[in-house]
Nanobody, 124 residues
Framework: QVQLVESGGGLVQAGGSLRLSCVDS????????MGWFRQAPGKERELVAA???????YYADSVKGRFTISRDNAKSTLYLQMNSLKPEDTAIYYC??????????????????WGQGTQVTVSS
């Protein structure tokens, strides 16, 4: 069973970069479509980026051209490279897994497995 642990969050100045990682300790990540979500205080959780088992990707309009999602199935690890960060990117970032491996899900309800989250704070 997939067991997800995120890392890589922190405090960064606007314009800076961070790379988030999400490791599946169950080593089954290759069998799932994966997504990165974020939730800012007082706001709903939203999809940032997603990748299918076949490496098809989806990005929210707000991060296109700045964020890149990727996966390393051999390491059972999902990544989110975040460049040109803005204060509005401040949120808790969660990785999630979807059993329908070859279909990118865009809603929280599409994903059945979640990590505990990692805080990203972008200062102006």
């Amino acid at each position: 069973q997939v067991q997800l642990v995120e890392s890589g969050g922190g405090l960064v100045q606007a314009g800076g970069s961070l790379r988030l990682s999400c490791v599946d300790s169950g080593r089954t990540l290759r069998s799932y479509a994966m997504g990165w979500f974020r939730q800012a205080p007082g706001k709903e959780r939203e999809l940032v980026a997603a990748i299918s088992a076949g490496a098809n990707t989806y990005y929210a309009d707000s991060v296109k051209g700045r964020f890149t999602i990727s996966r390393d199935n051999a390491k059972s690890t999902l990544y989110l490279q975040m460049n040109s960060l803005k204060p509005e990117d401040t949120a808790i970032y969660y990785c999630a897994a979807r059993s329908s491996a070859f279909v990118v899900g865009t809603k929280s309800s599409d994903y059945g497995y979640w990590g505990q989250g990692t805080q990203v704070t972008v200062s102006s």
